[in-house]
């Protein structure tokens, strides 16, 4: 048996987003933090390509109202300073304080323009801002229950609560080094959840901050880990249409 107790460690290195493709499959990105950077206020996925930086992935929904960033436009300066890179623009964003004006200055083809929000002005949960869409086919005997918490996807089967999926960006980073898919989740600080809905509910029910002791198994390993729970990084929306 694997015995670990660790302690959140650090933010989160790469961000994953899955989106729709055809029935019965799944089409992923995956985003190094050295050449991407993920503008919350202004809902967009950043990407440094050949010397420039685009946008990747629109975030939220497109029929909100207001200017925006789409897919393919260019950042050409924040604040009033170029950034030939994303390692230069992370510098000027985090040079802003909270509740001051990030100013990034875009171009979409011939046109030139400049977008304004004040950093920290992240939409709320559900408003179709820091959120994942998912399409993917479950395996097991009901529907999926997200954790987004601890970055875990869960499904009942055989009468036991199985990791279907680990959601990478919200991984705590005590999960990051687990390979946890497949395992069977045998208690939640000593409590044998009933299904997956009911492992999310011990789970809610504890603070963030204190401890969530895990005791995963499959035929051949267990692992048991202390955690401190933490705060979700982000919201999750499962599709499985086609």
Do not use: C, H
């Not at 048996?1 to 799944?26: D, F, G, N, R, V």
């Not at 970055?151 to 199985?162: C, I, K, P």
Request: aromatic share 4%; glycine share 8%.
């Amino acid at each position: 048996m694997k015995i670990k107790s660790l302690i959140p460690l650090i933010t989160i290195i790469t961000a994953l987003l899955a989106i729709p493709a055809k029935a019965q499959e799944t089409r992923t990105m995956t985003f190094d933090a050295a050449t991407s950077l993920m503008l919350q206020e202004f809902q967009a996925m950043l990407i440094e390509e050949d010397g420039e930086i685009k946008v990747r992935v629109r975030m939220g929904n497109s029929d909100e109202p207001g200017d925006k960033l789409e897919r393919g436009d260019l950042i050409i300066m924040m604040n009033g300073k170029r950034a030939g890179s994303i390692a230069e623009l992370r510098k000027i964003y985090d040079s802003v304080s909270k509740d001051e004006e990030v100013k990034i200055g875009v171009r979409r083809g011939s046109e030139r323009f400049i977008l304004r929000k004040k950093k920290g002005d992240t939409p709320e949960p559900g408003a179709g801002g820091n959120r994942m869409v998912m399409s993917m086919e479950m395996s097991g005997d009901g529907p999926a229950t997200v954790v987004p918490e601890l970055g875990l996807v869960l499904s009942d089967s055989n009468d036991m609560v199985t990791v279907q999926r680990v959601l990478a960006p919200l991984l705590p980073d005590e999960f990051k080094t687990l390979d946890l898919e497949g395992y069977n989740i045998v208690s939640i600080n000593d409590e044998k959840p009933e299904n997956s809905e009911d492992a999310k509910m011990i789970i809610d029910a504890v603070e963030i901050g204190s401890n969530l002791t895990f005791e995963f198994s499959k035929p051949d390993d267990d692992i048991k880990i202390t955690i401190k729970k933490p705060k979700a990084k982000g919201n999750v929306k499962l599709s499985t249409d086609g």
